[in-house]
Structures are given as C-alpha cells and as structure tokens.
C-alpha cells in the first residue's frame, strides 16, 4: 500500500454531469498528479499540482480542472462529461517538486452513460 | 514526439523461470525512466526506477537495462512467481517537465504453472 487514497471507488453518471474526485496524498508528499487511464491503455497525465497551484498539464481541455489543499490533498473536477470520459482515474503523489517517483492510489473508475 | 511503446502485450512465462518485459522510447531527452505493476483492479505500483546516466539498476529479484543508443528499457524478473502476473508499464519522464511521466500501453505478464 502506498498511503495514497481516493473516493469514491466507483461512480456512475451520465452525459452533462459534472464529477468530483478526490486525493489524499501519502505523509509527507506535496505534489499530486492526476492520471486518465482507459481501459486496456496506459495512464494519461492530466496536470499536477505543488503547492495549491496548477503545476503542468497534458493534453486534456479546460472542462478538467484540480484544486489543492493545504493539507496537499487534491480534487480533480470534470464538467460537462462525455461517454469518452469514461476511466479509471488515478492520483498519484511524490514527496517534492521534481521528484520523479509517483506512488498511486487505487483509482476511482468512472462510467459516464 | 513523446512515445512510450511496448514490444509484446501479452508475456506467458513459467514459474521458476525468467522474465523479460522490452520497452522502446522515442525521446532521446528523456532522463527518467520507471516500472510499475498493476494488478486487476488496483493502481500501478512502483517496481524499479533509473536515470538516464546510468545503464543498470538492480532491485529485489527485479533489474532494469537501459540502452540510450537504441532507446531500449527492459524489466528482468528472476524466478517469476505467479503473484508477479499483472500487467507492467514502463514510463518515461522528459528532460525539465517536472514530474510528467508518459506510459506506454503496457504488457500482460502471465505465470503459468
């Protein structure tokens, strides 16, 4: 286990809702990125975040946006969602800006209908 | 471009033997590369990780290759057992893009008895 923990597991909603998930990062760590993985396909980075801001992005549209808190746990929030956004979605944190281990949570898997 | 791709997706190997996962990348300014291991249903877990200054990184039962020259990454396992059967990702992190990692599709390892 690596102290990464995310809620809910599993969530179900449908085309045009709006979704919340959310992070708690390991002891100690105060970066959080935030993956999309699909099934059968390897993690997409979404963006980051150090610090309570927005720390790089990957190539996902602004309907996706992530706060941070102080205490370093972090939300991903969709808008507007799209049967493609269907996926397992992952957090993941690392114990500086920089650091290049990132230890995952479990994921919470996503069926947008 | 960025692209992280993987030789075999499925790898059937016997208990007690061992197991090689191949992964090519794209990047010659890549300067991080990582294993994880991701069972069913869980998030991918950190196996072994080696900087692009180095060419061999040994863990337990576990040692990584890197070849820059033909942009090869490989994952040894010794004496696979069959709570190694999952699927292993490799990831790339580029040169000064913070903790961005890339995955590639990945590959199913499976330890037949």
């Known amino acids: 286990e690596t102290g990464v923990t995310q809620s809910p597991t599993h969530l179900i909603k449908t085309r045009g809702q709006q979704v919340t998930l959310r992070c708690s990062s390991q002891?100690?760590?105060?970066?959080v990125s935030w993956y999309q993985q699909a099934l059968g396909q390897g993690p997409q980075f979404i963006f980051q975040y150090y610090r309570e801001e927005e720390n790089g992005r990957g190539n996902f549209p602004p309907r996706f946006s992530g706060l941070q808190f102080p205490n370093y746990s972090s939300e991903l929030n969709v808008n507007a969602l799209e049967l493609d956004d269907s996926a397992l979605y992952l957090c993941?944190?690392?114990?500086?800006?920089?650091?290049?281990?990132?230890?995952f949570g479990p994921g919470t898997r996503l069926l947008v209908l | 471009g960025e692209s992280v791709g993987l030789h075999l997706p499925t790898l059937s190997v016997q208990e007690g033997d061992n197991s090689i996962i191949n992964c090519a990348y794209s990047n010659s300014a890549s300067d991080y590369f990582i294993w994880y291991k991701q069972e069913s249903g869980k998030g991918p877990q950190f196996i072994i990780d080696?900087?692009?200054?180095?060419d061999k990184r040994q863990g337990q039962r576990v040692t990584v290759l890197l070849n820059k020259t033909v942009k090869h990454l490989s994952l040894q396992i010794a004496a696979t057992q069959p709570g190694d059967s999952a699927v292993y990702f490799c990831?790339?992190?580029?040169?000064?893009?913070?903790?961005?990692?890339?995955f590639g599709t990945g590959t199913r390892l499976q330890v037949t008895l």
């Open positions: 993941a944190s690392s114990p500086e800006l920089g650091g290049e281990t990132q230890y």
């Open positions: 080696i900087r692009s200054n180095m």
């Open positions: 990831a790339e992190k580029l040169a000064g893009t913070a903790s961005k990692l890339t």
């Open positions: 002891s100690g760590h105060n970066t």
